[in-house]
């Protein structure tokens, strides 16, 4: 068949590819001047292209994490982890097991593009840059697709150009495309992004690195909706890090819902509250002549422990040898329980993937549309979404393969 794969990120390559090996006619359509742009910026520029842990509670969709969980899972039995690196050790990608983490050997985002790409030469797969598809038609026969240089026409359409995170200004994602071919759409909203809070509190915190926990509560049912434990980085406007990331869907889903969040961060999640009663009463006895604004120098940055201070409602001047048991505990509480009003989430321009999509439901198991014979979606484009740690590409790979069958 004459296929068009329109988007030429990690799953559109992947699947057109997998077309090509079975001797279709293949075409790549990408809006920008090259292929894998967003790919060469994943993993700080080292692409964590998969995980040893696939477990599906690191997946999770908008409108049914459980059917989300469960659609991925059933693409994971015909492409799992091991059959992706199968399929790029095949390209001559080594890779690397690092924590659980899989890099390339090289730790080169760079190599993992080149490899698709060279492959692709080699069977031959027209790649078109600079094609901007402007929209998709049904016909009898197939498929008109117009883009900015003519229409093109195709037997089948394999539909991979990703979502609105990280796009440029003028760049288009997919979702009006599949909607014109019947879909309904969910969201989309930011997902794997910081979070952002109006409070005055973090000028004097931003850059500041910190372990610590964060739990997210929806104000309306204040009861816990996601939680995790890393590195925290404090910015001008709020919270960011890996475990604001993993949690940020959660936010986005909420405010998407007109639901209030607030966040509570513990900086002493490895601490007990009595370790911690005990370590802060060692200090008054062994430092008591600094004064509380000098206290906790040494085991927080200066910036921070002013901030736990003025939360606990202690004079700065007062001397620490001073301090009573109920201050001490309010000094605790201000560590372990610092709470954020969250107002919303940063843009789509500085998340990583997207939350929402096509419904799961509305796509046969083989990736076809169920709206539109010989339509096959893959990637962001789906109401599926990965953790942190190489998970949204394994699914891009996944889903791009298994289209790629076009329906085998």
Known sequence: MKVIVIGGGASGMAA??????????????EQNDRVGR???????????????????????????????????????????????????????LNTKNRDG????????????????????????????????????????????VHTSEGDRKADAVILSCGSKAWIKKGDKDGYDLAASMGHSIIGPVPALTALVSDEKIFKPLAGIRIRGKITLYTKKQDTVSASDTGELQFTSYGISGIPTMQVSHVAA??????????????LLPDVSREECLQELEERCGKTG?????????????????LHFMKQAGIPLQKQASDLDREELKRLIEAIKCMRIPVHQTRSFADAQVCAGGVPVDEVLPTLESGKCRNLFLTGEILDVHGDCGGYNLQWAFSSGLLAGMLGK
Not at 20 to 25: P, V
Not at 61 to 81: H, P, T, Y
Not at 120 to 135: D, F, L, S, Y
Request: glycine content about 10%; proline content about 1%.
């Open 16 to 29: 057109a590819l997998c077309a090509g090996r079975d001797g279709h006619d293949v075409t790549v359509l």
């Open 38 to 92: 967003k790919l060469l910026a994943t993993g700080n520029g080292r692409c964590n292209l998969s995980n040893a842990d696939l477990s599906l509670s690191h997946y999770h969709g908008l409108k049914d994490s459980d059917k989300s969980r469960a659609f991925a899972g059933s693409v994971f039995e015909r492409f799992d982890g091991a059959e992706v690196l199968s399929f790029f050790h095949d390209l001559g």
């Open 101 to 144: 983490y899989i890099y390339p050997a090289s730790e080169q985002a760079s190599a993992v593009l080149d490899v698709l790409r060279f492959a692709m030469e080699n069977e031959g797969i027209r790649v078109c840059c600079n094609h901007a598809v402007t929209g998709l038609t049904k016909t009898a026969d197939g498929f008109s």
């Open 253 to 266: 889903k909420a405010f998407l819902a007109k639901e209030s969040v607030y966040a509570v961060l513990d």
């Open 289 to 305: 002549y600094k004064s509380a604004d000098q206290f906790l120098i040494g085991w927080f940055h200066k910036n921070l422990g």
